[in-house]
């Protein structure tokens, strides 16, 4: 199993506010869909909230809060700490999907970040922000720039 993190964010690092992303990029849902199709997505409870259904993936929500009603009727599984949601996994794929705090989380086991960096871009008012992290510490296995974007697959050393 590996464990991978998929984010899209903004040139000061912001990747949410009020729940929500803080801007409309379909080139990043359509690459999001694309990659994670088929696979198991771990995000928490808040980042479920918002996004509620993902057709074609098992999801996976990290928290200690989750009632059984909503997890049943969504058919999603929860977990309480990271290695649970690795051990409830069993596709080859965990995407790491947020918010904040999940991130965190796996930061420091995941082996292959897929970012969506949206250039000229901050959100001074955004309330989750995506961990600062060692460049030197990651290779480059993919990059493409757009006009307003661009992705990048970073592999950890």
């Avoid at 771990?42 to 929500?61: D, F, H, Q, Y």
């Avoid at 960096?117 to 480059?140: N, Q, Y």
């Amino acid at each position: 199993m590996n464990l991978y993190l998929i984010v899209a964010m903004a040139t000061d690092r912001s990747i949410g506010r009020c729940g929500r992303l803080p801007w409309r990029l379909p080139p990043d849902l359509k690459r999001f869909k694309d990659l994670t199709m088929g696979g198991t997505v771990l995000m928490g409870r808040k980042t479920w909230e918002s996004v509620k259904a993902l057709p074609g993936r098992s999801i996976i929500v990290l928290s200690k809060t989750l009632d059984d009603v909503t997890r049943d009727l969504w058919g999603l599984r929860r977990a309480g700490t990271v290695e649970e949601a690795i051990e409830l996994c069993e596709t080859e794929i965990l995407w790491v999907a947020g918010g904040q705090q999940v991130y965190e989380l796996c930061f420091p086991i995941v082996e292959k970040m897929f970012i969506t960096f949206i250039h000229g871009l901050a959100v001074p008012d955004a309330d989750a922000h995506f961990p600062k992290f060692d460049a030197e510490e990651w290779d480059t296995e993919y990059a493409e720039r757009f006009d307003t974007f661009s992705f990048i697959t970073l592999v950890r050393r």
